[in-house]
T-cell receptor, first 115, second 114 residues
Framework: AQSVTQLGSHVSVSEGALVLLRCNYSSSVPPYLFWYVQYPNQGLQLLLKYTTGATLVKGINGFEAEFKKSETSFHLTKPSAHMSDAAEYFCAVSDPGGGSYIPTFGRGTSLIVHP | DAGVIQSPRHEVTEMGQEVTLRCKPISGHDYLFWYRQTMMRGLELLIYFNNNVPIDDSGMPEDRFSAKMPNASFSTLKIQPSEPRDSAVYFC????????????FGEGSRLTVL
């Protein structure tokens, strides 16, 4: 069964600083990996996903993530934080090759952006 | 296109009362999911449907919880009787192709049981 660990329940950065949200996964087969974002009082929306091919994946709002198989990681980054990036971020994994199509979500990381 | 629509957005009820949460998936989406989000347990999958048929309800916490999907455009999650520990945000999500893993979420129903 697949699982996801997000390191740090809260990450605080200054506006303009680098954003790094960490995600490690456990999967017995090549996984599909996702980052979702949840703004206050809203549902989750897909930020980006990795299925196959290029390991560096670009998403909306300037975010990107890199799949590193050797490290079983899929960390989310953004070069320069904006106040509007303040939200909850969820990493998720699925194993379609293993028959587990439904994403399993991590506990989430709250991104706080200071002016 | 309208997104996933959930109602009510907020519900406050007293312990022992019946609660019904509603969801309208995106038209054409064959899969519908119910999730529960709490501080303690994060985002948990309760049940999901394919073509209105429940496929996996192993996440439903106990018999007080039930979910139905009478047609392709409507689903309900019912809690009877409700308890304070059921307080959470309940999300409905849908997708056309489960293989993509991309789910489209509603804005959630925040339930408070006093």
């Amino acid at each position: 069964a697949q699982s996801v660990t997000q390191l740090g329940s809260h990450v605080s950065v200054s506006e303009g600083a680098l954003v790094l949200l960490r995600c490690n996964y456990s999967s017995s087969v090549p996984p599909y990996l996702f980052w979702y974002v949840q703004y206050p009082n809203q549902g989750l929306q897909l930020l980006l996903k990795y299925t196959t091919g290029a390991t560096l994946v670009k998403g909306i709002n300037g975010f990107e993530a890199e799949f590193k198989k050797s490290e079983t990681s899929f960390h989310l980054t953004k070069p320069s934080a904006h106040m509007s990036d303040a939200a909850e971020y969820f990493c998720a994994v699925s194993d379609p090759g293993g028959g587990s199509y439904i994403p399993t979500f991590g506990r989430g990381t709250s991104l706080i952006v200071h002016p | 296109d309208a997104g996933v629509i959930q109602s009510p957005r907020h519900e406050v009820t007293e312990m022992g009362q019946e609660v019904t949460l509603r969801c309208k998936p995106i038209s054409g989406h064959d899969y519908l999911f119910w999730y529960r989000q709490t501080m303690m347990r994060g985002l948990e999958l309760l049940i999901y449907f394919n073509n209105n048929v429940p496929i996996d309800d192993s996440g439903m916490p106990e018999d007080r919880f039930s979910a139905k999907m009478p047609n392709a455009s409507f689903s309900t999650l019912k809690i009877q009787p409700s308890e304070p520990r059921d307080s959470a945000v309940y999300f409905c999500a849908s997708t056309k192709d489960r293989n993509t893993g991309e789910l489209f979420f509603g804005e959630g129903s925040r339930l408070t049981v006093l």
